[in-house]
């Protein structure tokens, strides 16, 4: 398998991607429900459907994990349906949109970094990096059509696509929130969002660990278009068509010319940015935190 990387990537898991995918349905390939015609042949994994439509050259790929949290098999998996679809040259854009009722993606998957030894946490850490640097540099068109709440790794991944239509949902909140749980953004989560809304509202928001409601989000520029919850697929689609409409080549290489050097310095110190979250991590008093953090989030839920 090709990484964005080059060579020094090879997590256990992205080496033997198809281990983790066993029972589950990648690979194969079913009509699409009121498909059946040419470019209506859906295909997915457990985590991650993809309905692709070879006639627009545009595919939505819909993540269906719980709360869509990011553990290690969703990141593999996302990995592979994008490489998938990068391979093909059918594919010009992707839609990436959520399965899950009022969650988009509720970042890290904490389950992978709580209670977990430093070997583990290192494969996951990779993981998620592979997962950035392939979204981030995609040739391909990404808009993110965010129909539920969208905290910390799931505005990452919101933020690696091309453009961002957010549902009107006061409860669908966006940002990165890490310092509230005692955790700090590594320097690519900062870069990337420094990209997008600048810097001292980057500082800003970084420092308070702002989740900010949609007409916030619009405003302080992290998304493009806030619209009707209803509206959001019609509206990714219409997003879609603008880009589409620029040549590819001329498209691609303006993109890479924008994002190559954050992406760049992410490939540069990949090694020295695992370590210092493994260590980071497994500190005893982040454990603690973290313990005490996803104690929290399953008692609200009862
Ligand atoms: C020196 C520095 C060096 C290195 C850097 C160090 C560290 C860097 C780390 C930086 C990166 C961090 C990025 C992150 O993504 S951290 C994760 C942040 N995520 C959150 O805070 C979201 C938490 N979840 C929620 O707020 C809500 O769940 C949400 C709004 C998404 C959905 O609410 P809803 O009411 O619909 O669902 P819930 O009932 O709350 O949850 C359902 C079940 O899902 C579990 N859950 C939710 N989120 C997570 C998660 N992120 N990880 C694991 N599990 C999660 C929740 O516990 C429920 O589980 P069950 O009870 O059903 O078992």
């Known amino acids: ?33 009121g498909g059946g015609g040419d470019g209506a042949r859906r295909f997915g994994s457990q985590r ?23 553990s290690l098999e969703l990141l593999t998996e996302l990995v592979i349906s994008l ?3 990068e391979n093909d040259k059918t594919f010009r ?12 993606c509720a970042g890290l998957d904490l389950t992978e970094i709580c209670g977990r030894n430093p070997a583990h946490c290192a494969e996951y850490w990779k993981a998620m990096q592979e997962l950035w640097l392939r979204m981030y540099l995609s040739s391909l068109v990404l808009v993110a059509a ?15 696509c091309d453009c961002r239509v957010l549902a009107d949902n006061p409860k669908y909140r966006i940002g990165l929130n890490e310092t509230l749980l005692g955790i700090i953004a590594p320097f690519w989560l900062k870069d990337t969002y420094v990209n997008t809304i600048g810097h001292r509202a980057s500082e800003q928001a970084l420092q308070l660990g702002s989740l900010f409601p949609p ?3 619009l405003q302080v520029g992290l998304v493009d ?10 509206t990714a689609l219409s997003e879609m068509a603008r880009w589409l409409a620029v040549p590819d080549h001329a498209r691609q290489l303006t993109k890479n010319m924008m994002r190559k050097a954050t992406a760049d310095r992410l490939l540069r110190q ?6 210092n979250f493994v260590s980071f991590v497994c500190r005893d008093s982040i454990q603690k935190s973290l313990q005490a953090y996803l104690e929290k989030l399953r008692q609200r839920k009862g």
Request: contains cysteine; aromatic residues 2%.
């Open 215 to 217: 007409a916030e989000a």
């Open 270 to 275: 990949r090694d020295a940015d695992t370590q």
């Open 93 to 104: 854009g992707i839609i990436l949109t959520s399965d899950c009722p009022r969650v988009f």
């Open 1 to 33: 398998m090709a990484l964005a990387s080059g060579v020094r990537f090879a997590p256990r898991a992205l080496l033997r991607p198809w281990a983790l995918l066993r029972g589950t349905t990648l690979g194969r390939t079913e009509p699409a429900a």
């Open 146 to 160: 965010i129909n539920g709440a969208c905290p910390a790794g799931g505005c990452i991944i919101a933020l690696s």
């Open 83 to 85: 490489e998938k679809l």
């Open 48 to 70: 991650v459907l993809v309905e692709p439509d070879a006639a627009s050259g545009v595919a939505v790929m819909k993540l269906r994990n719980p709360s869509n949290a990011l």
């Open 225 to 234: 278009q806030v619209v009707p919850e209803d509206q959001v697929q019609s």
